[in-house]
């Protein structure tokens, strides 16, 4: 129970020092400072600092993957899985603009991906579209949200990805089921 506490602590204290400075100016020396305890206690946890990253984005996705349900459309539950960029936007914004951005980018490809699959599948129900144009429809998505989120952090994520979001679900809407609909029509 302390374990989890003190890494917790550590994760926790790893997010505010996002939200007020770059990565590169983060050291571990700053965090067991701050948590007050000390680097022997921090290594037990954690190699560096980048494995208390992997672990935030994976605790997300998971996350986002366990709160999003199926009553969800995909844009409810894209827009679940911005909840933590939406509250540590600076740290994001850190992340992004550091080494690790590739941390970042994995986790919105795997939440874009994860919405995205379970969404088709959704759909698809009653309609006799193949697996292999279900994958490849969802995939088309994923990469085109990922792209599209990636690019509005880099841009300073000054606008509400709400709007963003229901937008382009407003101007596709229909396409996804559409283009199951083909696939079960061109199903050979």
């Not at 983060?26 to 701050?34: G, L, N, R």
């Not at 850190?94 to 986790?107: A, F, G, I």
């Not at 599948?121 to 579209?129: D, L, T």
């Not at 989120?149 to 596709?172: A, H």
Request: charged share 25%; proline share 2%.
């Amino acid at each position: 129970m302390a374990q989890q506490y003190t890494k917790i602590m550590i994760r926790d204290m790893c997010i505010k020092m996002l939200n007020e400075r770059p990565l590169n100016k983060i050291t571990v020396k700053d965090i067991v400072s701050a948590c007050d305890i000390n680097r022997n206690t921090f290594y037990y946890h954690y190699p560096d600092i980048y494995a208390i990253l992997s672990e935030i984005f994976q605790s997300e996705l998971q996350n986002a993957i366990d709160e999003y349900n199926d009553t969800l459309s995909w844009e409810e539950g894209f827009l679940v899985a911005t909840k933590f960029a939406m509250e540590n936007r600076r740290a994001v914004y850190h992340v992004y603009n550091s080494m690790q951005k590739e941390e970042l980018e994995n986790y919105i490809y795997s939440v874009a991906g994860n919405v995205m699959y379970r969404y088709v599948e959704r759909e698809s129900e009653g309609i006799q579209a193949s697996t292999k144009d279900k994958k490849l429809i969802a995939s088309f998505y994923q990469c085109a949200l990922t792209e599209m989120v990636l690019r509005w952090i880099g841009s300073g994520m000054k606008e509400d990805p709400n709007i963003i979001i229901r937008r382009i679900g407003e101007l596709f809407d229909g396409h996804i089921t559409l283009s199951l609909k083909r696939s079960g029509k061109f199903n050979f």
